[in-house]
């Protein structure tokens, strides 16, 4: 019964940790908050930026909520400001499946 408690209290803590700040990604996974000439440059800067470095990932290849932990990761590497994380999240979650 301890070990269920602890792994259902880790996983609670780890799922909270990975929960954007309102300010650098949109308020709910998988809406959008930006205008669509912010998405456009949440594209611009996915692939100019994210390409940098490596091998674009496909935007459907991630769930919004997967996005999220992904995007929290990689946008200080990538030295985003909030303004430009939520565009590129935004720009994500806006490709179809």
């Given at each position: ?26 308020a ?43 995007m ?26």
């Amino acid at each position: 019964m301890k070990k269920l408690i602890a792994a259902a209290s880790f996983t609670a803590i780890l799922l909270v940790s990975c929960t954007p700040k309102a300010s650098t990604a949109a308020a709910t996974a998988g809406t959008s908050t930006s205008t669509a000439e912010e998405i456009a440059q949440g594209k611009t800067i996915f692939e100019n930026s994210c390409g940098k470095c490596h091998k674009l990932p496909d935007p459907t290849s991630h769930n919004s909520v997967q996005w999220v932990g992904i995007m929290n990761a990689m946008a200080p590497k990538a030295k985003l400001t909030d303004d430009q994380h939520k565009w590129v999240y935004d720009y994500i979650v806006s490709v179809k499946k």
